[in-house]
């Protein structure tokens, strides 16, 4: 029975073993994520279009429900940027930023997101995250952090401008430019220099007073809380919000009372897209982060029971004045860092941050909103990569297109056109590149039972069986192109008797590809040559038997190719045999430069 409710409740495994040291290194991580956390909340709400408490409240039940609920130990959960950036994009062109509207669809956003997350892990469906590729993902953040970027500098200037893409926001900051508020700009530069100097040296200097290594390092990420405090205080001593500095104003105190959001059937359906959108990728970014970190620990992380605790994360987000969150990258490294032991650490922040709605939001009346935009530019420059667009163009031109369309598509058209426009040319390319199957022509490595590529290596090659190699499914995009390659190969040897299609790279065959082989198999009796195979997988063995293929085409199956030809060719193979008693040892053969230049040789 306990087992059975460990597995819907994580936290029981973890709970039997709870002991004084691992509640110290929670309580100490907590400490240290909760001072992080706090200008992040009120940041990313800001970002989110929302008032700076949702920030706080989308970062205490969500936190106790992942504790409840993940299976990460060090994860932590709550809003990201990224993910404030889609909720904005998805309400922005529906309800006035920080009006009632907006933050009642923000909260069914959440709630949303929760649900097909929940869905997700009741359907086993976590593997459709595995339809954003790494390169798309990469490009996504890399653009939305730009992108975030140059959104928050109308407020580093004290400047209003509007714009929904990267091209409108430049030409709006620069016409706008040379109406810049000095006080502003001078709080927010000095926040960003600060904050700069604090991620690149604050380690450092702070070991030179005598700190711990990691408590250095950890200390110094929560150093927003520093520029907070220092700017609130400059703020009130020299009336700065009566010159002209904005400030985030008066912030409700007060722990938020459960409330479930209006559920209007056309707003549903309005928000459906976009809350499909937000589940994949908090989904993917959260689970990425969990992996890396449990890896280092050889500790292991579910999939499907991520997608439970982070639906059950969202829908705690949304009954408590929230929007949607998932787990950040940069809290969970400090996370872990910090030495936290169990997913209790979260729920300790949780507390942190309910006491500091509890009594402290009156201090976040007099803080300029040029810090929180300077919090915000700080943490995602982190996240732009534009370096992998060269490192991926080097391996993959392919992933490399994939890439920069998302880039271009986020930063041009919109975070959600962006990635869509990313995973749509990813499917594309992968069509694309399965439907030109690598096929190979290969013979016997001297004194060897092993088969080789003829363009790589010094075979034997049968002067009656020719033996081909399919290094690829095969399915609808490739079926015709396997039929084309073979008619050509069987043309380039007339003097054949039989022709061996050897499969070790073949995990399926579909319809299409079967009749395709049936094709082939007819046209090669035609021309007095027979179809064989060798080295099927299992699986696709059995999906071939429950056909009525291996019935009629007449050929063998054979388990290696050594086998085959062995039983078509007994004496070429007894002469390959014999090539390496006689001291003829397998050279390299010089891979001919006229073939198949745009693909890699494989062996």
Not at 29 to 58: D, H, K, R
Not at 169 to 195: E, N
Not at 590 to 602: L, V
Request: charged share 15%; with cysteine.
């Amino acid at each position: 029975m306990r087992e059975r409710l460990a597995r819907y409740l994580p936290c029981l495994e973890w709970a039997r073993h709870y002991d004084r040291e691992a509640a110290a290194r929670d309580g100490l991580a907590a400490l240290i994520v909760t001072l992080m956390l706090i200008p992040q909340s009120l940041a990313y709400a800001m970002l989110a279009g929302l008032p700076p408490v949702a920030g706080l409240y989308a970062s205490i039940l969500p936190l106790i429900a992942y504790t409840l609920f993940g299976t990460s130990r060090t994860l932590a959960v709550g809003p990201v940027a990224v993910i404030s950036l889609m909720t904005a994009a998805a309400l922005g062109p529906l309800f006035p930023a920080g009006s009632a509207a907006y933050a009642e669809a923000a909260m069914l956003l959440a709630l949303l997101s929760g649900a097909i997350l929940l869905a997700m892990a009741l359907l086993r469906l976590g593997f459709l995250a595995n339809f954003l590729s790494h390169p798309v993902i990469s490009g996504f953040i890399s653009a939305s952090g730009i992108l975030i970027a140059l959104g928050q500098l109308k407020h580093i200037l004290g400047i209003r401008v509007d714009g929904e893409n990267a091209a409108e926001l430049l030409l709006g900051l620069l016409a706008a430019l040379p109406g810049a508020h000095l006080p502003t700009l001078a709080i927010g530069a000095g926040s960003l220099l600060f904050l700069f100097l604090l991620r690149s040296h604050g380690a450092r200097w702070l070991r030179a007073l005598g700190l711990p290594p990691r408590l250095a390092g950890n200390l110094a990420k929560a150093g927003p809380v520093l520029a907070l405090l220092a700017s609130v205080l400059a703020v009130g001593l020299l009336d700065l919000a009566d010159a002209g500095v904005r400030v985030v104003g008066a912030v409700h105190g007060g722990l938020p009372s459960p409330t479930l959001p209006s559920l209007e059937p056309t707003l549903i359906v309005q928000l459906l897209p976009a809350a499909a959108l937000i589940s994949l990728v908090g989904f993917v970014e959260s689970v990425s982060v969990a992996q890396t970190l449990a890896a280092k620990r050889r500790q292991r992380i579910e999939p499907n029971r991520e997608l439970v605790a982070l639906g059950a994360s969202n829908v705690a987000a949304a009954l408590s004045g929230g929007f949607p969150v998932t787990g950040g990258f940069a809290r969970s490294v400090v996370n872990f860092d910090a030495g936290a032991q169990t997913p209790l650490a979260g729920a300790l922040t949780a507390v942190g941050i309910a006491v500091t709605v509890l009594f402290f939001t009156p201090l976040f009346h007099n803080l300029p909103q040029a810090v929180l935009a300077a919090t915000i530019i700080v943490a995602v420059l982190s996240l732009v990569d534009l370096g992998a667009l060269r490192r991926t163009w080097r391996y993959s031109r392919q992933d490399a297109a994939a890439m920069a369309a998302t880039m271009l598509g986020v930063l041009l058209l919109g975070v959600e056109a962006g990635i869509l426009l990313g995973v749509g040319l990813s499917l594309l390319l992968f069509l694309w590149r399965t439907s030109q199957p690598h096929i190979a022509v290969v013979g016997q490595l001297p004194g060897s039972e092993h088969f080789r590529n003829v363009e790589r290596f010094a075979v034997v090659e049968s002067p009656k069986v020719l033996s081909v190699r399919v290094d690829e499914s095969l399915y609808f995009p490739n079926a015709r192109y396997l039929e084309d390659r073979i008619a050509e190969l069987a043309g380039q040897h007339p003097q054949i008797e039989h022709l061996v299609l050897m499969c070790p790279g073949v995990n399926l065959i579909d319809a299409s590809a079967l009749e395709s082989l049936e094709a082939i198999s007819a046209r090669l009796h035609a021309a007095g040559i027979q179809l064989h195979f060798s080295e099927i997988k299992g699986p696709v063995m059995d999906r071939l038997r429950a056909s009525d293929f291996l019935d009629h085409f007449g050929g063998q199956v054979f388990i290696s190719q050594f086998e085959a030809l062995a039983a078509l060719d007994p004496q070429t193979t007894r002469q390959a045999m014999a090539q390496r008693r006689n001291g003829h040892a397998p050279q390299p053969a010089t891979p001919s430069p006229h073939k198949d230049n745009h693909r890699e040789k494989r062996p």
